[in-house]
């Protein structure tokens, strides 16, 4: 096994030499930083080295630079101006539908069906009364929102062999509101539907 000696007391440097050597080495640093390392940073030259040596010239390129690159920097934040807020556009409110008020007849022989409808805004309201004179019928009162997709359905109410029926139907949205009825007895039928209330029109569409 290797062993190493320890050196002995007298091998070691005494703390007078000691003292001198950390003296040599801040005044070495101190000359380098006065005759190199500020002249080649800062381009500042006490001593004149630094010129001489061509130190002093780099050093003021680059504070040169620097500057240029800060004051580049400040014209660009100068320069973009604050976007101004957008503020939504308020939705309008939609005017409500001019009150209508209409009577419809429809005549219906056995098994054959027949559909109304009302072209309404969301929340609108219709009052209706309808009577079926000649038998009973199934209805089924739903509606259709514009480009309904395939498939839609949102009833308000069904029944079977009914002959009148009558309330207060509001709008769940902008479309077309109204009623299908069947005649499933073996007599001829003619159903009245009276409405009025705020509708835009009101057709025959079956």
């Known amino acids: ?92 409110l939609a005017q409500p539908a001019p009150a209508n008020e209409h009577t419809m007849t429809v005549t219906l022989k056995p098994d054959q069906g027949a559909e109304i409808k009302l072209a309404m805004r969301e929340d609108s309201r219709v009052n209706f009364e309808w009577t079926a004179v000649g038998g009973p019928v199934n209805f089924d009162a739903h509606g259709d929102p514009v480009n309904a997709p395939k498939g839609f359905y949102h009833g308000y109410g069904k029944g079977r062999n009914e002959t009148s029926n009558k309330g207060t139907l509001q709008a769940a949205f902008d479309g077309k509101h109204g009623w299908f009825w069947r005649n499933r007895s073996g007599t001829e039928v003619t159903i009245t539907l009276k409405t009025s209330g705020e509708y835009e029109k009101i057709e025959r569409v079956i």
């Open 1 to 92: 096994m290797y062993n190493t000696d320890f050196p002995t007391r007298a091998e070691l440097p005494s703390a007078r030499k000691l003292l001198r050597s950390t003296a040599v080495a801040l005044i070495v640093a101190t000359g380098l930083l006065i005759t190199t390392v500020l002249p080649a940073e800062y381009g500042i030259d006490p001593t004149g080295i630094g010129r001489m040596l061509g130190l002093t010239q780099m050093g003021e390129i680059k504070q040169s630079l620097a500057a240029e690159a800060k004051n580049e920097k400040s014209a660009v934040v100068a320069s973009v101006q604050p976007t101004p807020a957008v503020l939504p556009i308020e939705k309008k």
